[in-house]
Nanobody
């Protein structure tokens, strides 16, 4: 069982930055690949970023590539999402998710554990 708790969301002006954190419980965090997803009002949940178990491989949605960066610190059981050059269309609830193993997955149904989400609002 893995419990995930996100933090770091908030209100920011367009062009600004935020750093989200997701802390996991348990001693096996390094066995889980991690993903960030987001869901805007009235829209389906969408994939944002992925990082493999050791942190040596990452993958991004085209909409955030070059602006967002995912990283992890396995010693702290934490994954991060650095978000730069934020746009109003980035406004959403951001959730982290965990899945056992190393394979790249971008579909939410392929993740086993989820955090409760943190709101990110970007004003124009």
């Amino acid at each position: 069982q893995v419990q995930l708790i996100e933090s770091g969301g908030g209100l920011v002006q367009a062009g600004g930055s935020l750093r989200l954190s997701c802390e996991a419980s348990g001693r096996t965090f390094s066995r889980y690949s991690m993903g960030w997803f987001r869901q805007a009002p009235g829209k389906e949940r969408e994939f944002v970023a992925f990082i493999r178990t050791s942190g040596d491989s990452t993958y991004y949605a085209d909409s955030v590539k070059g602006r967002f960066a995912i990283s992890r610190d396995n010693a702290k059981n934490t994954v991060y999402l650095q978000m730069n050059s934020l746009k109003p269309e980035d406004t959403a609830v951001y959730s982290c998710a965990a899945r056992l193993g190393m394979l790249l997955k971008t579909t939410s149904s392929q993740y086993e554990y989820w955090g409760q989400g943190t709101q990110v609002t970007v004003s124009s």
